[in-house]
């Protein structure tokens, strides 16, 4: 099965596949594998809920993968294509959404969710230099996937930005580790965008 994602827009095409064999990859794409099997890709082994960077290759057999091509130049921000049309009409300012004060000022917008199994997807903009808000609550699990840009997952022992201890820098293909402990408890965290970044969101409703 392949199925073009709601949050595909014409800068960034993503797709779901589901239960492929012999799967061709050309143009550069980020390969996510939301399932609980390895996949193999070429030489490599996608473990599960990771993801990685791939052109000129097979995908030897898959359940559950989602693929997003950039275009070549997009890749490390350096010309993010969203206009004013797509902020405007398509994507939406997280205030609208999550209505915090500290957020109505914040440069992040947010895309269309799509939904997979358990899953909830969306797509993220901020540009250069933007602090996404420290938080440490969720009703869910969450992961994040760089897109587009150099950004940063950060960590806090405190609800205070100076309290920062471990930053983990994210490049166009990498997926984080979790941040939540087994029992869903999260530290104080944030996205901070280095650069202009597109990134995706995967929550995990279960
Ligand atoms: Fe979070």
Known sequence: MEKTLNFSEPFLNAEYV???????????????????????????????????????SIITKAKSLILITVSEEDFLGQKIQIDEEIIKYSWHHVFDFF???HLKNTPLWLSEKETIGTMELNLWYAPKGTHCGLHNNHPFRELHTQIIGV?????????????????????PGYTHDPFYSNGGKYPWH????????IWLAIEMHE
């Not at 609980?36 to 599960?48: A, C, G, N, R």
């Not at 944030?190 to 970044?197: G, I």
């Open 18 to 56: 589901s239960d492929i064999e012999n799967y061709p990859i050309q143009d550069k794409t980020i390969v996510i594998n939301l399932d609980s099997q390895k996949v193999e890709i070429e030489d490599f082994q996608l473990q599960p809920m990771k993801s990685a960077l791939f052109s000129n």
């Open 99 to 101: 209505n915090l004060p």
């Open 151 to 171: 950004g940063s997952m950060q960590k806090f022992h405190e609800n205070n930005p100076k309290t920062l201890y471990q930053e983990v820098m994210m490049s």
């Open 190 to 197: 944030q996205y901070y965008a280095e650069t202009d970044c």
